[in-house]
């Protein structure tokens, strides 16, 4: 059984510090804030699923790093935000592996999507000190196909609540997220 966390960040500047020593889900969900993540894998073996769903108006920054601090660790990283506004929406995500830390899984998988004209980037880093380690990331920054939208449309379905259909399954991917935990993230998705 695995160690499950619930974040909710709004409008807010924090710092989070994790020491991971057993198997780890965290839902991290973001209205508008900035982040500072540091996570530190401390066990033999232990495995940890990050997920961060951002919904972003101004200006923000949400940067992780993951450190790979003993072997057969294996982490998931997730990132999926959703820039509303002209703003800018930066993730930095690095991925840690020791030279000591042998057979470590090391994933990450980043998206924003701009609903306008946003200012995004993305810098997915992998720092690898070991040949005996899996290690892949992905980093896609744009909009919403136009062919799902005139789907969708063609369906009768309004453009605005398109989006909305849209950013909810893009921001609420995992089926095993508490819906109840996260009341103030959904009634955001519905005012985008």
Known sequence: MSKILYIIDENDNKDYKYNIDEDTIIYHFSINSSSNVEINMIKDGVTLFYY???????????????????SNTHSEVINHGVNVKDKRLNFIVDGVVLKDSYKCICNQDNQIINI?????????NLFIDNYDV???????????????????????????????????????SSDSVNIKKIDKFINEINNI
């Not at 799902?148 to 009768?156: D, E």
């Not at 398109?162 to 921001?171: A, D, P, S």
């Open 52 to 70: 961060y769903s951002d919904i972003n108006y101004d200006d923000n920054n949400f940067n992780i790093i993951v450190n790979h601090l003993k």
């Open 116 to 124: 306008e004209n946003g200012k995004s980037t993305i810098l997915p």
């Open 134 to 172: 899996d290690a892949n990331h992905g980093a896609y920054i744009g909009k919403f196909k136009d062919e799902v939208l005139f789907y969708l449309m063609s369906r009768g379905i309004s453009r605005n609540m398109c989006y909305k259909l849209l950013v909810n399954g893009f921001l609420i």
